[in-house]
Structures are given as C-alpha cells and as structure tokens.
C-alpha cells in the first residue's frame, strides 16, 4: 500500500474512462470509495518516487509524497465530497465522470506532494480539470477568463518556485524549509514568497486575486457550484494553509500586506455580498470572505480550527450551492426575490438549509459557533485584537444578509415557486447538517483531535 | 544575461494580458509569458565552464562543474503543461467564437 | 434540589416533544408548553429565592454556572413573563406559518435565557446570548413583517459582537474567561474599552439611542404573543449587560466633582436620557399600537440606564425595580394589546375604537398596566420612578432630570392613546361581533393585574431581595421595612398610598352612588354642535393624536431612520464599490493588482 | 323589654324624600341658570349686552354653556326654520332634566315677520314645550332679564314643568315633529 | 391609622370649601375688575350643589367610572396635603412626588371618562391638557429638583421647615428665577389664561367636559377645584415657606391664587403648540439657569 496509488489510480481511471464512457462513472465511484477505504489503511509518513536510495535517504532528492493527519483529513474530505457530489449529479452530469477523476488525481496530488515542482504539476492538472468541469456552466467567456487568470497564476507561482530553487537548489519542501530556517535571511524570499502566495491565492479564492470567481460561481449548476466553492476552495484552502504554515515566512512588509490583503478580503467579500440580490452572488462573496478567514488564520498559527473551518465550509457551501443551484435551475433565476417562499413546500430542505447557514454565520448549537469562538480565543490569546474586530464586524454583516436571505426563502412572495429535491439531495442534506449540529453541541471530538495535529505538523517542521 | 532578456519576455506576456481584449491575442501573450518563463528556468540551470555529463557518479566529485539537468527536465514538463493549457484555452475560443461569433471580449453580452 | 443544568436539558427536550406535539395538533402542544414553562418557573421559583439552586455540571460540556443575586433576579423575571406568554399560545399558533418550530424556537430561547443568567463564563454568556438570538430571530418574521427579523438580527448581533470583542480583550488582559475574575483584572485603558464595547452591546439590546431603530420595527411586527417576550423580558438582557459593565468594569475615569460620578457613567447616563425623550417623542407620535409600546419600551430601556450609571444603592434599587415593573407592565399592555388584535386582526390604532365595550377585562389589564408604564401610585411603575428620581435629584443631575421629568409626563401622553382611540371612543361597527379573549388567554392577564397593583402596594419584600443583589455588587443596601421605603430625602409608604387611593374612591363612589341614576344613552348620541353624524368613524378621534405636538418635531423625527437607511446604502454601495474593483469582468484588472501588489512589496525590499 | 304595642312609624316615602330633596335641589337650581343660547336670529344681538358690564347676568348666577349636556335652559333666540328645527329638538333631547327652554322674539311665539314662509315654524311650542316667552322683535336686555327672572320664579312655584309635560305627551310633540319635518330615509354626511 | 384618614378626609374637604369660596370670591374680583357686579361669592357652591341634582346620562359603565377614578383620586391627593408645618394627616409621608403623581391618577380617570363619552370634542381637550402638561411640568419639575436637592428632603413638612428655619427665607425669595418659574407652571396647572388651552369653550365646547352634566360634571367640578386647592398649596409650601398657622395658610393660598386669576383675567389663550414652545423655551432655560447656579455654584440668596 503506497500513497502514490491515490493519485495513480485516479489518473489511470481517468485514461480508462475515455476510452470506454460507458463505464466511466461507475469507475469513478469505485476508484472514489478506493481512495476512501485506502487512507483508513496507509501509514503516515514520506513515500519516495523515483530516485535512488542513497540520496533519498541522505539528501531527500527526488519526489516525495507525505502523508500526516493533516493530509489524510483534506484527502478524506477530498474524495468524499467528490463522490458525493458526483453521485447527486450522477444522471445529469455523466460526461463529466473521466475530468472529476482527473479532478481526484490533481487535488490528491496537491495535497499530498512534498516536491515544490510536483505540486505545479498538480495545480496544473487540477486547474485545468477545473477549467473543464466550468465549462459545464455554458458560459464560455468566464470558464476562459477562469482559464487565464488561472493560468497567470500557477505561471507565478512557477516563477516562485524556480527562483527559489535557484537560491537553494532543491524543490523538496521539507529541504527548503530547514534551508531558509538556517540562513534566516527572510528579506530575499520575500519575491518567490510573494509570486508563489498569489499563485495560490488565485485558486483559493483570496481578494485581489479572484475576479474568476464570480463569473464561474455566479453561473454554477449543481455540479460546479459545489465542486468550485466546496471541494477546490477545500483543497486550495488546505495546500495554503501547509504552506503558509510550513514554507511561508511572512515578516515585515509581507505580513503587513498580506494581513491587510487578508483582513481586506474578509470585509469586502461581506460587504459585496450584503449588497447582492443574487442568491448565488451572496453565496460566492461570502465564500471569498470565508477562504480569507481561514488564510488569516493560517498566517497567525491557529492551525487546527483554521482546518475544521476549512471542512465545515466546505460542507456547508456545498449544501448552499446545492440547494441554491437546483432551485434556480427550476426557477430560472438566481434573485433572491425570485426564489421567496422556496422552502414553503420543502421544509426539510429548509431546514438543513436554515441550520448549514447559521453554521456559516457562527451562531450557537452548531458546529461553525464552536470553531469561530476557538479560533477568536486563539487569536485573542496571541493579542490580534484588531483581527478578531475585523473578523466580528464581518460578521455583523453576514449576519445581516444571511438572515434577509434565510426569511425571503422560508416566507412566500406573491407567487408560490415549486423545486422539487429527490432523496439523494435531502439525505445528503440531512447528513451534513446532522453532522453540524453534532459537532456544535458535542465538541469534545474537536478539541481532542487538537493535539494530534500539532505534532504531526512538528513532525513536518522538523522535517 | 539572459535572464534579463527573460524576465523582459515574461513581463511583454503580462503587459499583453493587461491591455489586449481579444481572445486569441490573450492566448498569445500566455504563451509569450510561459517561454519567458521557460527561458528563465533553463537559464538558472546554465553554469559556465562545465565539462562533465551531470550524472551522480558513486564517486563524490565535488570539485566538478556541470550544467544543473533538473531545470530541462522542469522547462520539459512545463512546455508540455503550457501546451496542453494553450490547447484548452483554444478550445474554449473555439466555443466563443461559435457562441458570439467574435473574439473581442468587449463585444460579448455574456452577463457575468 | 433543581438543577440548572437540568432545566436546560428539560427545556431542549420539551421543545423536540412540543414540537411533536404541536405537529399533531397546535392546542396540545401550546398546552405542553405552558406546563414546560410552568414548571422551569415552579422550580426556579421554589429554589432559586433562596439560592438553592444545583449548579454542578454532569453532562453538558465545557458549560459551568454559578448563582447569582443578580442573574436570579433577572432569570425568574424572564421566565416569569414567558410563562405569562406561553398562555396565549393556544389560540394564535394556528395563524402561523410555521407553528410547529414556533413552539421549539421558543423553549429553546428560554433554555438560552436560563443559561445565560445562571453562567458565570463569558464563553457560555455569549453562546446563550447567541443562541437567544437566533431562536428568537426565527420567531420574528412570522407575524407581520419578514424583514424586522434582519434589523432584529443586526442589531442584536451588533451587539453580541462588541461583547465578544470586549470578552476577548478581556481574556487577553486577565487570561480568564470567568465573567468575575476578568471584569475584576481589568484597569486602564482596557478597561475603558471594554466597558465602551458592553455599553454598546447594552445599548443594542436595550435598543437605547442611538441603537434603537429596530425596537419598533421588531416589536411593531413580530407575533403578536412574541411582542411581550421581546419587550418585557429579551430586552432586559441589555440591561444585565449594562450592570456589567456600569457596575462591574466601571471603569476609572475621570470624575464630575459636581455630581460625584465617573465620566463615563455620566455620559451613559446622559445616553439614557436621550433615549427616553426620543422614546417618549417618537411614541407619541407613533400609531400602531405595538410599535408605540415598542417606543415606551425604549424609554423606559434608558430609566434603567441612567438607574445604574448613578453608582449609589438608591438608583440601583430603582433601575433593579424599574426592570421587574416594566416588564410586567410592558407584558400586560402588550398582551391586551394582543388580545385585541387576535379579535380584530389589526394594531393600528386609527382602525379600531371602542373595544372595550366588547373586552372590558382586556381593557383592565391595560389600564393597570399603562397606570403602572406611566409611574402612577398605586402601580409598580411609581416605586421605582420615586427611586430613580430620588438618586437624580440628590446627584443634581439637572439635564438628566430634564429627560426623566418629560419622559415620565411623557407617558401619560402616549399611553393614554391607545386608550383612548384603541379601547375608548366610539364604537366602530367593523367590530360589532368581536368577543372577550377566552378565558386561558384571561388567566395571565389576571395575574399581571394582580401584580402590577402588588407591586405598587408592598415593594418591601421585593426591595428587600433587591438589596442582596446590590449587597453583591459591592454597594450598600436600602433601608425598606414592610410598609415603608427609606429613600435618601422621603420616606414612602406604598401600602399607604394605596389604602388612602381607596379611601378616596370610595369617597367618590358613595357621592356617585347616593345622587340619581343616570340615563345610559348611546355612544352616538352625544354632541355634535347639533349635526346629525350618523357614521362613527367621522366621531372617533384617533387618527393623528397629538396633532399640535408632533407638528413641533415632525422634521427630526425620521433622522434615526435615515441615518441608518443611509447606512445600509452606503455599505451597500462600498459592495458596489468592491465588486467593480475586484470582480471586474476585465482581465487586466486582475493582473493590475498582482502587478501592483509584487511592485509595492519589491519597492522598499528588494528593489 | 320590646314593646308590643305596634305604633306606625312616621317613615316617609320615597317619593316624599324625593320631593324634599327636590324642593332643596330647586333652590340651587334657580340661582344657577346656564344658558344654551340657540343663536338663531336677530335676537342673539342682544344677549350680550345682557351678559356683560351693563347688565351683568352673571349676579343671577346664570352664564352661558357650550355644550347641551351642561346647560338648563334652552335659549331660542329668533325664528326657526326647518332645517334648524330639527337641530333645535336634537339638541333639546341631549340636555339633562331639569330643563327649561326660552324663547326669545317673537319670531318663535308667532313667526314674526317670518310667520308667512313656507320654511320657517310659526309656533315653537308646537314642537317643543316652552316655560317662558319674551316678547318684543328684538326684547331688550332688561325684558330678557326680566324673563330670566320670571323662569326663576315659576321654578320656585314648581311651575316650570315644561320638561315634564314633553314627557307626558312625548307622542303629541313627535308627531307634531314629524308632520312638520317629514320623515327621514337616507342616513348619511349629506342628508338626514 | 382611622384618625388620621379622617384627618385626611377633613383636609380633603377643608381644601374644597376653601378652593370654591376662594374661586368665587374671585369671580367677584374678577366681575369688579370689569365693571361688573359679580355673582355672590357662594355661587360655586351653588353651581356645584345644582349639578349634582340634575339627572344625568351616562354612556357607558367607563363614563362613570372614571369621573368615580378621578374624584377619588384627587381626594387621596389631597389627603396627604399638609396646612401648616405642623397640621398634616399622615406625618413624613407628605413626599412632594406622591403629590404630582397620584394627582395624575386624577387626570387619568378624568381623561379615561371623556375618551369614553365617545365624543371627538372630549378627546381633542384631553389631548390639549395633557400636552398643556407635558409642557409645564417639566421646568416646574426641574425647579422643585433644585429645591430637593438643597433642602435634602422631599417631605413637603421639612421644605417648610427647612424655609422657616433659615429666617423666613423663602425659596421664592432665594431662588427668584424658580419662583417664577413655579408660579409660570402654576398658571399652567391650573389652567389659567394664557395656557387654557384645554377648555376653550368657543373651540372645542369645553373640551373634555364636553359630555358631561349632572353629577358627573358636579363631581368633575368637585375635582377641579380640590385639585386647584393641592397645586396652590404645593406652590404655597415650596416657594412661600409654607405656613405655621392657619391663617398664615389661608393669607398666603388666597394671594397666590387671586394674583393667578388676576394675571388670567387680563390675557388672551395660547395655541396649544405655543404653549409648549413658550414653556420649553423661557421657563426651561430659566429653570436649568437656576438649578446650575443653585446647585454647581451654590449661590443661593
């Protein structure tokens, strides 16, 4: 049992896949539940690609892949997600089956590469399987815009990577990490830091960076829309948060822009979502504020409730875009105005709906509470007051608009609206706000699993 | 040296997204920006005066200059990604082109 | 031995099976939710007086309580008025969109309540404080209007978070989240701040000027037997937050020699004062009934204010009094005011007329309660006002004895308009049929009146509990025996005033009824300067009440309103703003930042 | 020890008490006239030199009243016609007994020099009962307070029953009312 | 206990004989001040006693029941009023504010009533009084802070005291802004002329008396002149240094009144907005002006 076979598997499957589109969806659940069941057995720890022994042994040359706690939760939650969504989508989006397995092979990559060069690979692959999945928006003009800022980025991030590499003539992060710590000189990697943070502040969704987003999201269906604003927004939160954590040293005028950058993102992405009537919109914006939190969190060192933001989001916007696109794919509209009364004859949905949204909003019995007010502790007892009012202010305001949405969609307008939910959507509704709801009131579970993370992080650290 | 020259490509590329609204002509200075790139990397990877072939040898020459492979190695796989990127991105002009039936962004009503 | 813990998990409980319940059908499980609450307030009452109440905790996590004087006193003044309320539930339920959660959401605030009265971790206060909220949040939207649930929700949770931020620079200062340790490590310019950000959260959830906007709109249009909860007892949550904060924190600053008290109390006084004229003005220009009582609410939301930021015994007796009369009466006029809707199906005063004559006990229960709103002896609403004003006047805080004076004038005049063009005057004929509430709806509305004149008449007992509170916040009490209340400049003597006020009705009453019966005529024979009216909308005067006086403030009165309207559209327009910088459908945009972004970082660094 | 002798006690009625108290009630009643001047005609011009500094109506204890409910006396000042008379009996219905009304002119005696047209009454106490008539077109202050002081004295005689004879022959007068006004159909702003 | 509310009841009734002969003795005043006669001095009485042998009507159990609230209201009111320093019904709890709030009971069971007549006439006049009151009382209010807080006691007894203990130094004399101020607001309560706002016979036909005769408007009139009795007292007590006799009581309750109805006599009515205009302008000021130099600078004469 080898790591690699997570991302081999996949892109095997994917090359299978277009020879036989028969069979290519089923092979995308068998090769999802593989994955699944495979990490339950993997150990943790690097895994060596290519290269010969003496120099991986002594050196770390060649590619290496590392698998810890933090790797394993965003790959479970990775492939879960993407087996999930696919099977909701499973009549509807057939064609799609060999890209979402491209999707897998990318992002499992991403997020379990340890070779600097490597990782461009993926965010290769991955981006490009995102451009494709867009393209099942039918609107060619944002899935290419998406495809060139895209583009521009991951090429930025190249440039990082290779300047770096030229300064410190290795691509293995674990290498690089101990190099940097040892000549402490942060002022020259502030260039490669800088090209490679935007690189992947593109495809995180983080402020100045994502004009793609709203073009992408703003049309999405109910395969984009989850699969762009919870799956790839999930894993790119995941890879930021290993770098920002781990490579990243942001000191001086670095910490200050990317904090403003950050701090800027949060309260933007609310704002501009308070003034959308676009359900879709709102959802969008407010999963660019979110990316922002969980970054911020990243750059200040409070890991382990930046992670568990990461995976309620992720939950949480799929069953929002879930439920929002649906709806407005039999509506025909994504105003909010449009979509009153959505949950008068869909009263489970609404439910789940209601309780995923105040998740989002942070509010008490439910999962997002528990992590908000860890995370504000956190920061609180590292002095970020300033932050931590940024952070409540934002949420202030995306208080106020999930609520006008959430009263709009339980109370009809003039005209009564139908959107019917087969029981797959409801059961994966019900199971992911139970889920929240659990974890809101019981968190025992999280704090404990707290420590375990911090050392395999230390592990890493140490290299 | 070349290096330079480079940068001044990748920039040529950056300066070719930031003004031009045509679709095919955006996808031109990617590629101008991606050999920019592709340049820059196979230059960092030149050292001068090297006169063995870079393989590992079990003896630990470590006086011995050559030319650092990994770069090539890199600027391949990255031709290839770029390439396969282009190919994408022409396939969506493709698709404009047939949906509105011109290139320039401008002219296009595609609310978004 | 009652457990808090376990009344919170009784209460989660109860809600799921009221739920059920309510499914199946709305009489029982409004039924079940009276006898859920009963039995919180049974307990709570059979207990907590002498502070008997179990607070270890077994199974709830990282949740600790403790009990307070204090929390008590609030806690069974909130369940007190929930109880009041739950008995109306029977019969308004099944006009609800949303019945079943109706019942649900609202135990559920009530488990929040007890929670959060009872905790003595600012962790814990802030999740009840926030699952009060939300609970609560969902309530709102399912009366008249959908959008008062958002500027509910804002301002509450405006409110919430400048708590929270104030918590965190608590926990920063002291590193505890114990509500007395923390309040206690604080000093300095800390503790400025974060007695700055609770004011602000009081301010919020009192809905005190200049945070106020949304009483009205929640009050106005939220179910009608949830607008007693949200003015009688919810409300009352900012008032525990300001005694944090004036009390707890009080922070040092500066010092009026004058008055003898801090600058920053002044200034919350001077707040307070603010808010009960604008309440007062704004109320009685205001004309649907609710929304006027929200006004009221307002008002009376800054008594307490200026109550406690006069650091004596004296005025915290008054303000910890004001709050127990004003949410009895509050509740006993929001709840005939309820009644009658459910008969008539409308709040504006300018629609209805004459109800009393068709709910004369209804009618009662206002009158007590507008009697007890207004600061009329023999009503509750009189002890405290004596005692707020006795602490004004011996501070001789002059501007804020301008604001108590023409507040408590003031409510003479805006509620005796619901008196008079709600229950009084002419008998419209729209409501010819309409019927006295049935006799459940009757039985609270008894035990407010009965209350209401309790607590006018013999204060002692209360003020006596009062004192341990003020004992517990550090001050010293006030003398009050049985009959009498010791202020710092009179004596009063409650019980004494009642008796003589029947002495004097009864009086009257005999040279009533010794000289000639009357001729009983109809309403509409009455003088019209000899002009045969045959329509009783042209004799009822109800629209524009005030006429000659709200033309003196008619301009200023929306200022509020639009500054906070303007408010919304200026975010709204930052939003815009954002949108056309960052989403722009151009590309060039988006390499403009990165480009601006690397040249900025490499200016002073690298290049 | 209890008599067992029965002696009759001298109790008194209630009608007896009621006609002492009444005969005491007469007293405040006559000394303290208020006025609900039916301001009609011509005769209103000289009421008020008759309330102010030269005659001073005040000493009798009289003034004038604003509204029906207060006053005692009806003061019929110049002719009526027919629209008024319906206001007239109107307003005399809301006033509280004991009530007396006056008519002042000669216009509600006769019709004075109205006693031809088709739209005024000839004779007020056709409609209504009348206690004292001043006569005179228009009476000067001195016979108006003259008749003032004549209605005090019929009060004192008990002869001023003019409320109870609209009691006792209610029938008499409405029908009189009616043939004069006719009868009323529609009922709103504009008609009556 | 039962002395001393007979007591009260005495003072109640005391007030009322004394308020109507002093308000007839002033219609005299008034009626010579315009070349006229005048009635006899006992003609309030009559007029009262007349009223209450009328047969009424009523419209409705509230109409009645208010005039009861009302009446008795007041007579409680007037029930802790003191006479002198010394004669008072029930000692130390002549608090000054159960003075101006139970008589608002007073004015509620009287507004109630009219409301309930269902005329428009009687709510427009409640409406002027009340606002007429929310105009007056606070520079009165504000004025009687300042004497409170000098005096460090709101038992109308000690003010007295408190005024014959410094030399006969009266608080009209010592703070001659407030007195006037006081006796501005006096001439508001008791509805004298430039703010008879509420009454205003040619305009709204009485105001809220509208509906009213017989023994509902004779016991309104009772009302009215006991608490025209408290209001005068109150000023007599807090600006006059009260009184130790009787007669002291008597001399001082008839000046203050008959200057009131003097000025009334030779004024024209306010607008019911210029009431309020006028009193949160001039009064105000002069009373906050009084009750900053009283108070922060202690200047008191």
């Given amino acids: 049992m080898n790591a690699v076979l997570l991302i081999v598997i996949p892109l095997l499957a994917a090359f299978i896949s277009i020879v036989s589109k028969k069979i290519a969806p089923y092979l995308l659940l068998v090769v999802g539940l593989f994955n699944i069941v495979l990490l339950f057995f993997l150990e943790n720890g690097l895994v060596f690609i290519g290269g010969f022994d003496v120099a991986m042994n002594s050196d770390l040359l060649g590619i290496s892949l590392l698998l810890d706690t933090y790797a394993r939760m965003a790959l479970w939650l990775i492939n879960g997600l993407i087996l999930v969504i696919f099977c909701l989508n499973f009549k509807s989006y057939k064609a799609f089956s060999s890209i979402l397995l491209l999707a897998m092979a990318g992002l499992n990559g991403l997020l379990l590469t340890n070779d600097l060069f490597n990782f461009f690979v993926f965010l290769e692959i991955s981006g490009i399987a995102a451009y494709l999945i867009t393209s099942a928006n039918k609107k060619p003009v944002s ?95 995941f890879v930021l948060g290993r770098f920002i954590t781990n490579l990243f040293v942001f000191e001086g005028s670095l910490l200050i822009v990317v904090t403003v950058l950050l701090a800027l993102g949060i309260l933007a992405g609310d704002v501009m979502a308070f003034s959308s009537t676009k359900t879709r919109e709102i959802l969008l914006f407010s999963s660019i504020a979110q990316a922002s939190i969980v970054a911020l969190l990243f750059v200040n060192g409070v890991i382990i409730w930046a992670v568990y933001l990461i995976i309620a989001n992720a939950l949480s916007k799929t069953v929002m875009f879930l439920v929002i696109n649906k709806a407005t794919k039999d509506v025909g509209s994504d105003e909010s105005e449009a979509l009153r009364g959505l949950f008068v004859n869909n009263k489970l949905v609404g439910l789940t709906f209601t309780l995923v949204t105040l998740s989002v909003m942070g509010l008490p019995l439910l999962a997002g509470f528990v992590i908000k007010l860890n995370f504000l502790t956190q920061l609180a007892g590292i002095g970020q007051i300033v932050l931590i009012a940024i952070i409540l202010v934002a949420s202030v305001i995306e208080g106020i608009y999930f609520v006008r949405l959430i009263v709009k969609l339980w109370y009809p307008g003039e005209s009564e609206i139908s959107v019917k939910y087969n029981y797959s959507f409801k059961a994966v509704f019900i199971v992911i706000a139970l889920a929240l709801l659990v974890f809101g009131t019981y968190s025992t579970p999280l704090t404990k699993l707290d420590n375990t993370i911090d050392t395999v992080m230390e592990v890493v650290n140490n290299g | 040296m070349i290096q330079y020259a480079s940068i001044i490509l990748f920039v040529i590329g950056i300066y070719g997204l930031f003004v031009s609204k045509n679709v095919i002509k955006m996808i031109v200075s990617l590629n101008i920006m991606e050999i920019g790139l592709n340049i820059f990397i196979i230059s960092i990877g030149f050292v001068g005066g090297g006169a063995i072939a870079p393989i590992i040898s079990s003896t630990q020459d470590l006086g011995l200059i050559f030319v650092d492979p990994l770069p090539q190695a890199l600027v391949l796989t990255a031709i290839v990604i770029g390439v396969g990127t282009t190919a994408l991105a022409l396939a969506f002009a493709k698709t404009i082109y047939k949906t509105y039936n011109t290139f320039e962004l401008d002219e296009m009503e595609e609310s978004a | 031995m009652a457990s808090v813990e376990l009344l919170i998990l009784f209460l989660v409980g109860a809600g799921v099976i009221a739920y059920i319940l309510t499914r199946f059908n709305t009489f029982l499980g409004s039924i079940f939710t009276i006898f859920a609450v009963m039995f919180v307030f049974v307990s709570l009452a059979g207990y907590g007086f002498g502070m008997n109440m179990d607070t270890t905790v077994n199974i709830l996590p990282g949740i600790s309580f403790t009990e307070t004087y204090l929390g008590f006193y609030f806690a069974i003044i909130i369940v007190f008025v929930y109880l009041m309320v739950s008995f109306f539930h029977p019969y308004y339920l099944s006009e609800y969109k949303y019945k079943n959660s109706y019942n649900l959401l609202f135990l559920l605030s009530l488990a929040g309540i007890l929670g959060a009265f009872y905790t003595d971790n600012f962790l814990n206060l802030f999740f009840f404080f926030e699952l009060i909220i939300w609970t609560t949040m969902f309530l709102i939207p399912q009366g008249k209007s959908k959008e008062a649930a958002v500027s509910y929700f804002g301002f509450s949770i405006a409110g919430s978070v400048a708590m929270l931020i104030g918590i965190f620079i608590t926990y920063n200062v002291s590193g505890t989240f114990s509500i007395y340790q923390g309040l206690a490590a604080l000093s300095g310019t800390n503790a400025i701040f974060v007695f700055v950000l609770f004011i602000i959260a009081a301010f919020a959830k009192l809905g005190s000027f200049p945070l106020h906007i949304w009483l009205p709109i929640a009050h106005g249009n939220a179910p009608h037997p949830f607008s007693p909860v949200l003015s009688g007892a ?51 220009k205001e004309d649907d009934a609710k929304k006027l009582l929200a006004y009221s609410s307002m008002s009376h939301g800054g008594y307490i204010l200026v109550a406690f930021s006069i650091l004596n015994g004296i005025a915290f007796a008054g303000g910890f009094y004001h709050i127990l009369a004003h949410a009895l009466a509050s509740a006993g006029a929001f709840m005939a005011i309820a009644a009658v809707a459910r008969a008539t199906g409308t709040t504006k005063m300018k629609e209805l007329g004459g109800m009393i004559h068709k709910m004369p006990i209804t009618y009662l229960a206002y009158l007590i309660a507008i009697i007890s709103m207004a600061g009329i002896p023999p009503m509750g609403g009189f002890i405290s006002k004596w005692l707020i004003f006795q602490a004004v006047i011996d501070k001789g805080m002059i501007f804020v004895g301008i604001a108590v004076f023409f507040g408590s004038v003031g409510s003479f005049l805006y509620v005796f308009r619901p008196l008079a063009a709600l229950f009084l005057g002419q008998e419209l004929t729209e409501y010819k049929k309409v019927k006295e509430a049935p006799l459940l709806m009757l ?139 960052f989403m722009s459908k151009n590309i060039s945009t988006t390499v403009f930042w990165i480009v601006a972004i690397i040249i900025f970082l490499l200016w002073g660094e690298v290049l | 020890m209890l008599s067992t002798k029965y002696t009759e006690k001298t109790k008194l009625t209630k009608d007896e008490i009621d006609r002492k108290w009444w005969e005491v009630g007469d007293y405040f009643r006559r000394n303290s006239l208020w006025l609900l001047m039916y301001c009609t005609g011509c005769c209103a011009v000289e009421l008020p030199p008759s309330m102010t500094s030269a005659y001073d109506m005040e000493r009798l204890g009289m003034g004038p009243m604003a509204t029906p409910r207060q006053a005692d006396i009806l003061l019929v000042s110049g002719y009526l016609s027919l629209k008024t008379l319906r206001r007239l009996i109107y307003t005399y219905e809301q006033m509280s007994e004991p009530k007396y009304v006056i008519g002042l002119g000669s216009c509600p005696i006769n019709g004075g020099i109205y006693h031809d047209s088709h739209a005024v009454i000839n004779q007020l106490d056709q409609y209504i009962p009348v206690d004292v008539y001043v006569a005179g077109c228009m009476p000067n202050p001195e016979s108006i307070l003259n008749g003032f002081v004549d209605l005090m004295e019929s009060i004192k005689n008990k002869t001023a029953n003019s409320w109870k004879k609209y009691r006792d022959n209610n029938e008499w007068y409405k029908q009189n009312q009616k043939d004069a006004l006719g009868e009323v159909i529609i009922h709103d702003e504009f008609h009556e | 206990m039962i002395l001393n509310i007979l007591i009260g009841i005495g003072i109640a009734f005391f007030g009322f004989v004394l308020q109507t002969s002093i308000a007839g003795i002033n219609r005299k005043i008034v009626g010579r001040l315009q070349k006229r006669h005048g009635p006899r001095w006992y003609q309030e009485f009559i007029d009262i006693f007349k009223l209450l042998s009328k047969r009424s009507i009523t419209h409705g159990w509230i109409f009645d029941f208010g005039v009861i609230m009302a009446l008795g209201g007041i007579i409680a009111t007037a029930m802790f009023m003191p006479l002198t320093n010394n004669f008072l019904a029930f000692e130390n709890f002549d608090n000054f504010f159960i003075f101006v709030y139970l008589i608002a009971v007073g004015m509620l069971g009287m507004a109630m009533s009219a409301s309930g007549s269902g005329n428009p006439w009687a709510s427009i006049g409640v409406m002027r009084a009340l606002t007429t009151m929310l105009a007056y009382e606070v520079p009165f209010l504000i004025v009687v802070l300042t004497i409170i807080n000098l005096t460090g006691n709101s038992s109308l007894t000690e003010i007295m005291l408190y005024q014959q203990a410094s030399g006969n130094n009266w608080f009209l004399i010592a703070l001659p802004i407030g007195g006037l101020v006081g006796f501005i607001a006096l001439m508001g309560m008791l509805g004298k002329k430039p703010f008879e706002t509420y009454v205003a016979p040619a305009e709204i036909a009485s105001g809220p008396m509208v509906e009213y005769g017989g023994k509902q408007l004779g016991m309104l009139f009772i009302m009215n002149e006991i608490s025209a009795f408290i209001e005068v007292s109150l000023f007599v007590h807090l600006f006059l240094g009260g009184a130790t006799n009787i007669f002291e009581f008597l001399i001082k309750y008839f000046v203050v009144y008959t200057l009131a109805n003097l000025i009334s006599s030779v004024n024209g009515r306010f607008k019911i907005d210029q009431v309020v205009k006028f009193f949160y302008k001039w009064p105000l000021i002069m009373a906050v002006t009084q009750a900053v130099i009283a108070i922060y600078f202690g200047w008191v004469i």
């Fill in chain 3, 234 to 284: 919810l409300v009352k949550l900012g008032a525990f937050i300001g005694v944090l904060a004036l009390i707890r924190i009080a922070p040092a600053t500066g010092l009026f020699t004058a008055m003898d008290l801090p600058i920053g109390q002044y200034v919350v006084a001077i707040l307070g004062s603010m808010s009960i004229v604008f309440g007062t003005l704004m109320a009685i």
């Fill in chain 3, 443 to 581: 039985i609270p509305t008894f035990i407010l009146m009965g209350l209401n004149v309790y607590t006018g008449v013999f204060p002692g007992g209360i003020l006596k509990f009062i004192n341990n509170i003020i004992v517990e916040l550090g001050y010293t009490g006030i003398e009050v025996s049985t009959y009498e209340i010791n202020g710092t400049n009179g004596i009063l003597n409650p019980a004494l005033i009642g008796l003589i006020f029947a002495v004097g009705s009864g009086i009257a009453f005999l040279i009533f009824i010794v000289l000639k019966k009357s001729r009983k005529v109809e309403l509409m024979d009455t003088y019209t300067a000899a002009n045969f009216v045959h329509d009783e909308h042209l004799l009822h005067y109800a629209v524009d009440f005030y006429a000659p006086l709200e033309r003196l403030y008619e301009k200023q009165s929306n200022w509020m309103t639009k500054f906070y309207t303007a408010l919304a559209e200026k975010v709204r327009e930052l939003g815009k703003l954002g949108k056309y910088l």
């Fill in chain 1, 143 to 237: 899935t290419f815009r998406y495809l060139v800022i895209g583009a521009i980025g991951s090429s930025l991030f190249l440039f990082g990577v290779v300047v770096l590499y030229a300064m410190y003539g290795t691509l293995n992060m674990i290498v690089m990490i101990q190099a940097i710590q040892a000549s402490g000189n942060y002022a020259e990697v502030i260039l490669p830091f800088t090209l490679m943070f935007i690189g992947l502040g593109v495809e995180a969704k983080l402020l100045p960076f994502n004009a793609w987003v709203k073009g992408v999201l703003g049309h999405s269906n109910t395969l984009t829309g989850p699969m762009i604003a919870g799956v790839y927004a999930a894993a790119m939160s």
